[in-house]
C-alpha cells in the first residue's frame, strides 16, 4: 500500500459458472493458515475448498505461486432437530486453521451447532505384499501361507485425503457465530448469541462455559454476542462484541465465568446523530486483534474503528466505509441489508485494514498515510494480470465520468468476507459465489 496503492494486481479467480450457482455457492468464510500456503473458503452448502499455492518455477521466479484447488470436502450435511422441530442449516459460519504440527494440516469448521476438527493429509505411496490377505484386499487361506514377505511401499498418484478427527456438538443452544484457537493451541472457543463455550481440542464431550449473558427472563434481553476472539499472545485474554457496539475484554485467570469483565470499550452516541436506526447500526457485526495483540478493530455497519487496549474511552481511529448510505438507511431496512454483517481484517504488518460493501466494492484505509481507496471485486475486470482502478461513489449533484452513483449500487452484490496473507500483501475477496484473489503489482 505504497504509492501505487491502487494498482493491484488480479493474481488469479475462483469463479464458478454463474448460470449455475446455486444458493448453496454462496461463500460464507474465507481464511488463509498461519503461513499463507493454504487459503480455505466455505459455503453455504456445507462445502469447504482448499487452495494451495504453487511453488515458484525457475523459469519465472518473478511470478509468484498461484492459488489452485488442493482438496473439496464436505464438511457439514443439513440436520434436523426433532425436540426443537428445527432444521440445522449445513452452512459453514466459520474456518480457523491451526498451525502446523506435521506433514498433515488441521482446521476448525462450524455451522450453527457443531465444530468439527479436520485432517488434511497427502498419501502418494501405498504398501504392498501383506502376508495375511491379497495385493487385492481379499484375505489368504493361512494353510497356503508358506513364507514371510516384507511388505513394500510403492509410489502412487497424490491423494489428498480430509478426515473429520473430532466432531464438537451439542454445546451450544443458540446459533454459533465464531469460534477463535487459543495461543496455547489446546483450546478454542465457539461462541453464539448468549455464551461462550471453552473446549480442549482432544475432549469432545465436555466444554466449559465462560461466558453467559442469557437473562432468567429472556423478556428482558437487550443485547446479543456478535463475535468473540482470543487474544495472539495471551491464552488467558479474550474479547467480545455485543449488538449494542459494546466490546469487553476478559481475562480467564480472573474467575471461571468471565461475565464481568476487565475492560470496557464503548464510544458514546452523538445525541445529534440519534436515530431510529442508531441501534441497528451500531451492532457490532467483527472484532480482531492486530498481529501485535496492541489493537483491537471492530466494524459496525457504516465504520471501522481501530482501539488502543490501553484506552477503553473512545477508538484510537474510526473510518468511514460508506458513509453515503446514511440517507439510504430506510430502504435498506426495508430490503434487510441493514442486518448484513461484514468482516474485517488487518495485513501482515497492522498497518493497513480492509472491509466490504457494496457493489461488490471493498474498502482499504492505510493507518499511517491516512489514504484509503475503493477497489471493485468483478468478473469485468478479473482478467489475470489485470490492474484494478480505484472507484468513487458520488452523492450527489454532477457526476464525473468514471464515478458510480449512490442511486445505482447493486445492494445485492455485497462483499461480507475477505482475508490477508499472514505476510505478503495477497487478499482473498468472496463476492457471492466467487473467490477473487489479489496480489501487489509484481514488476
Known sequence: MDEDIDTRKINNSFLRDHNYATEADIISTVEFNHTGELLATGDKGGRVVVFQREQESKNQPHRRGEYNVYSTFQSHEPEFDYLKSLEIEEKINKIRWLPQQNAAYYLLSTNDKTVKLWKISERDKRPEGYNLKDDDGRIRDPT???ALRVPVLRPMDLMVEAAPRRIFSNGHTYHINSI????????YMSTDDLRINLWNLEITNRS???????????????????????????????????SKGSIRLCDMRA???????????????????RSFFSEIISSISDVKFSHSGRYLMTRDYLTVKVW??????????????????????CSLYENDCIFDKFECVWNGSDSVIMTGS???????????????????????NSKPR???????????????????????LDFSKKILHTAWHPNENIIAVAATNNLYIFQDKVN
Do not use: Q, W
Not at 474467575?255 to 446523530?273: G, Q, V, Y
Not at 474510526?318 to 446514511?326: C, E, G, N, P
Open 144 to 146: 497356503t501361507i508358506t
Open 180 to 187: 477463535s484457537v487459543n495461543s496455547d493451541y489446546e483450546t
Open 208 to 242: 466449559f462455559n465462560i461466558v453467559d449473558i442469557k437473562p432468567a427472563n429472556m423478556e428482558e434481553l437487550t443485547e446479543v454476542i456478535t463475535a468473540a476472539e482470543f487474544h495472539p499472545n495471551h491464552c488467558n485474554t479474550f474479547v467480545y462484541s455485543s
Open 255 to 273: 474467575s471461571a465465568l468471565c461475565d464481568n469483565h476487565s475492560k470496557f470499550f464503548e464510544e458514546p452516541e452523538d445525541p445529534n446523530n
Open 308 to 329: 488502543d487496549l490501553n484506552m477503553e474511552s473512545k477508538p484510537l481511529e474510526t473510518y468511514l466505509v460508506h458513509d453515503y448510505l446514511r440517507s439510504k438507511l
Open 358 to 380: 457494496y457493489n461488490n466494492f471493498f474498502r482499504m484505509f492505510d493507518r499511517n498515510t491516512k489514504r484509503d481507496v475503493t477497489l471493485e471485486a468483478s468478473r469485468e
Open 386 to 408: 489485470a490492474v484494478l482502478k480505484p472507484r468513487k461513489v458520488c452523492v450527489g449533484g454532477k457526476r464525473r465520468k468514471d464515478e458510480i452513483s449512490v442511486d445505482s
